[in-house]
C-alpha cells in the first residue's frame, strides 16, 4: 500500500514535471508573484516554503543545495540575501495561494501564489523604462548632483 507517498504527478513525466518545478519556483522567487493553475501552486507551496527555510541558514552546504535544486546563482543570492532576511522572523507560512477564477480557454482553475509580505516592485524587475520613467529619473539625479 501507497498511503500518502509522492506528490502529484500534474499528468507529466518525472523530468518534464521536475523542469517545471524548478521553473515555476526560479519564476516565484524572482517576481516574488506568479499567476498558475492551481493543482501546480499547490504542488509549488510546499517546495518554495522549504527553500526560504534552508536559505535563512547560511552555510556552505545550504548554498550547495539552493543551487541544486534552482540552478540560477540569482535567484538563490535573493533568498540568502532578501527573502531569508525578510522572514527571519516567521516560522512557517512564507506564502499564500489565492484563487483567481478559472481560465478561458479549458475553464482550469487558476490560482495566484505569492509571498506574504512581498515587494510590490519586484513583478517590474524585466520590464523595459518608458520614456516618461527615464525623464523622470533623468530630472532627479542632476538634483542629486549639484547638492
Known sequence: MRHGLGNKKLNRTSEHRKALIKNMLNSLVKYEQITTTLPKAKV???EAEKLI???????LANTKRLVSKLQNIQTVNKIKKTLSKRYEARKGGYTRII????????????AIIEFVDRDVQ???????????????????EPAKKTA
Open 53 to 59: 527555510t534552508i536559505g535563512k541558514k547560511d552555510t
Open 122 to 140: 519586484a513583478k517590474r524587475v524585466d520590464r523595459k523604462k518608458t520614456k516618461s520613467e527615464d525623464k523622470t529619473k533623468e530630472q532627479v
Open 44 to 46: 509549488i507551496r510546499p
Open 99 to 110: 484563487k483567481a477564477g478559472f481560465r478561458y480557454g479549458d475553464n482550469a482553475p487558476m
